[in-house]
């Protein structure tokens, strides 16, 4: 075969001069489909104005496409013959284009710039992109957005529910895969989008499937982001909130401190107290100092003003309720309106352990409940025989902690102190261990078996049930200071009168228990609740204070009963205790004015009732009435102060679920995020899947370009600019 001959100079001078000639006739035949004005300030674009996503590894692409196009057309030169009507033809074309030239001035303009996308009307789209990839590209957007609206079902599932995410492997239809994979593949037994994902996972036609823990990681992120804005939109609307702090040690052996703010959220129909989980913080330093920097820190990162503070509740660890070096006196040293009380629950707690330490008796009574329960508990055989004489409550072991819940303990026995007598007595005779024989009958012979012990039960069951009531109130979530004060005055006076006329219904009670029991009365000496009631003074002189300034607003009928004289004084000195610098959150003159109006506006059913109306009733009234900005701002700042810290025990309750001994190697991130979306679930069922989904897709760091296209093209176009960048380059250059 002879070789190709070589064109000769002067025939390829003679080709390029044609070749020039038809790409002068082509040019500007498109202008008929652009409009002046649009296109006019696409001239003043400089090559820097590209957008970062059209950066070297498209322009690459575009380089390649362009070499094509010069290829294509150096192939004319193979076949001089058909040169002329190729010419003859666009000198046609461009005739004709002349003569339907629209009025307007024409103007050069490259189809292929996609700094002019953004302008371009439909039926230039269609031009450029035929209608087969346009389908393609609606078709591939529906299946990742139906997908990924599964897969972020599938983590909410999880993650309000404390489950763990992962396995040992990461391959679908594996043993071992984990939750989030088995969860998904039960979705595909019925549904067809999950089946047809599958599917072209194991058939290998798709690299990013979705499934992996990064992702995981991700949404769990963005969701997490989602709930804590919204958490935080709603304190910076409510403007005034309080901190919750204390700290626990996790699985890990790592001390972390949950974060809880408090605020009233006047926005909501009707008015709620909330009280909002933020995060955990991992702290390495326990201090006051140490723990102070880290909750500055952390209102500085959620953009919070800290002046803004007007209440903190801790625990009374010294690290946090030091009156020298605690947190509370450094955020006060810093911010005076930052109202520091002590948590309710714990006072009482630590109320009720003080009296059962008091003296020997108390103390060989709850080991003596304790020793029944262990009894028992510490073989599945005796715990039949026990189950055997009781049809009722079961024996509870005593909390090291949590004092008030040892009323479980001691109301199953007090309620059937003869039926586990008798299960003492069946135990001494079946046992084969002479120490448990020997513990078994010293307990039915000595304790239940004492007139004084059968007392204490009665005495003890009367005090831990009363606190216990109190103590869960407190816990509430939406507790207010008006609300504890009334519980704690109540628990006062039953101190009071139980000192005097309990000790008689005590001695009845447990008369009746004896005698059912066989067992003589003997009469011991009266018992004193002197330690109780001086506790009770002495842990709860906070709350006084601040009923001495907030006091005069706990309720109506004492806002109602106030004279002008004594108004006019509470609100100097609730001006006083709410001012910073020469900055108060109340002017005492138009407080007083507003609450001399407020008193005659109030209904005759919110004073003169046997249940007046309490301080957000009243908040209530004066939000509808939107008359009284100063009386607002008080009743929002005497709301927001917390009681107790019980939000705070109830996240390390999460805690102990989301970051168990298996799972102790979890980031802090992800610990967060999974602890805010479990804790505030009622916030997470707001967030919609459009927005998770523009969140996921706008910080996907991952190549596949149809992962940028699961949000609709009508919304962002420069999706599809992608695509066509991506693959539509070499199909718009073979049709022009």
């Not at 002046?36 to 950066?55: G, I, M, R």
């Not at 994902?197 to 991700?218: A, G, T, V």
């Not at 107790?644 to 390390?652: G, K, L, N």
């Not at 992800?670 to 979306?677: D, E, F, P, Q, V």
Request: glycine content about 4%; some cysteine.
């Amino acid at each position: 075969m002879f070789p190709k001959k070589q064109l000769s100079g002067n025939l390829k001078r003679q080709k390029k001069k044609k070749n020039d000639e038809i790409a002068q006739s082509l040019r500007g035949s498109l202008n008929k489909y652009f409009v002046k004005q649009t296109n006019a300030s696409l001239e003043n674009l400089d090559e820097d104005d590209l957008p970062n996503e059209y950066e070297h590894p498209i322009l690459e692409e575009l380089v390649e496409n362009e070499n094509d196009v010069n290829e294509e057309i150096g192939d004319l030169d193979e076949n001089e013959n058909s040169d002329e009507p190729f010419l003859d033809e666009n000198e046609n074309i461009d005739e004709h284009c002349h003569e339907n030239e629209c009025p307007e001035t024409r103007f050069d303009l490259n189809i292929y710039d996609p700094r002019v996308w953004d302008n371009l009307d439909a039926k230039m789209r269609d031009l450029l992109v035929e209608k087969e990839l346009q389908e393609l590209i609606k078709k591939d957007t529906l299946h990742w957005k139906n997908v990924i609206v599964r897969i972020i079902a599938v983590v909410k599932c999880l993650a309000t529910h404390n489950l763990a995410f992962r396995g040992t492997n990461e391959k679908i239809y594996e043993d071992g895969n984990g939750n989030f994979l088995g969860l998904l593949e039960m979705i595909a037994e019925f549904d067809l989008v999950m089946q047809h994902h599958f599917r072209l996972i194991q058939d290998k036609k798709i690299h990013y499937h979705y499934l992996s823990h990064k992702i995981q990681n991700e949404l769990i992120a963005i969701l997490a982001s989602n709930v804590k804005h919204a958490i935080i939109e709603k304190i910076k609307t409510a403007k005034y909130f309080s901190v919750i702090l204390d700290c626990t040690p996790d699985a890990s052996h790592k001390e972390q401190m949950t974060l809880i703010l408090r605020c009233v959220d006047v926005s909501s129909t009707p008015i709620n107290i909330e009280e909002y989980f933020l995060e955990f913080l991992n702290v390495e330093d326990t201090s006051g100092l140490g723990l102070f920097n880290e909750l500055q820190n952390v209102i500085e990162s959620l953009t919070l003003n800290i002046d803004d503070v007007r209440g903190q509740g801790y625990d009374n660890g010294s690290n946090m309720k030091g009156k020298n070096l605690g947190v509370q006196k450094r955020l006060l040293d810093i911010n005076p309106r930052a109202f520091y009380m002590p948590c309710g629950s714990h006072c009482l707690n630590l109320i009720v352990c003080n009296m059962a330490n008091s003296c020997v008796k108390a103390k060989s009574f709850f080991g003596a409940c304790q020793c029944i329960y262990t009894v028992f508990s510490n073989s599945t055989k005796r715990w039949n025989v026990l189950l055997d004489y009781i049809d009722g409550l079961t024996l509870k072991s005593l909390s090291t902690t949590r004092w008030e819940s040892h009323i479980e303990s001691v109301k199953a026995i007090k309620s059937q102190a003869s039926q586990i007598r008798e299960a003492l007595f069946k135990l001494t005779e079946i046992s084969e261990d002479a120490k448990l024989s020997r513990d078994a009958q010293s307990l039915a012979s000595g304790e239940l078996s004492s007139f004084e012990f059968i007392l204490s039960l009665v005495i003890w069951h009367d005090i831990l049930h009363k606190i216990n009531l109190v103590s869960k109130k407190l816990q509430s979530e939406d507790m207010r200071l008006d609300a504890a004060v009334r519980q704690l005055e109540g628990l006062v006076l039953f101190f009071e009168n139980y000192r005097i006329n309990g000790f008689v219904s005590a001695m009845i009670d447990a008369k009746q228990i004896s005698l059912d029991m066989g067992i003589e009365p003997i009469f011991p000496k009266k018992t004193s609740m002197d330690i109780a009631l001086g506790e009770l003074k002495n842990r709860f002189e906070q709350l006084h204070c601040f009923e001495s300034i907030f006091g005069f607003l706990f309720d109506a009928a004492k806002l109602t009963s106030l004279d002008d004289n004594e108004l006019k004084s509470f609100c100097v000195n609730l001006e006083n205790a709410l001012k910073h610098g020469d900055v108060s959150d109340v002017d005492a003159r138009d407080l007083f004015s507003e609450l001399q109006v407020l008193q005659v506006m109030l209904p005759k059913e919110a004073y003169e009732t046997d249940k007046p109306w309490t301080s957000i009733k009243i908040l209530e009234f004066v939000k509808s009435v939107d008359m009284f900005p100063n009386v607002m701002v008080a009743y929002r700042i005497l709301l927001t102060i917390p009681v107790t810290v019980a939000s705070a025990e109830r996240s390390f309750s999460k805690l102990k679920l989301l970051k168990s001994y298996l799972r102790t190697t979890m980031t802090q991130d992800r610990l967060n995020g999974l602890a805010i979306l479990c804790i505030e679930k009622d916030m997470l069922e707001n967030i919609k899947y459009d927005s998770i989904i523009d969140d996921f897709a706008s910080k996907s760091t991952c190549d596949d370009s149809l992962l940028r296209l699961i949000v609709e093209d009508e919304k962002k176009i420069d999706q599809i600019k992608k695509c066509l960048w991506r693959f539509g380059r070499k199909h718009v250059d073979s049709n022009m």
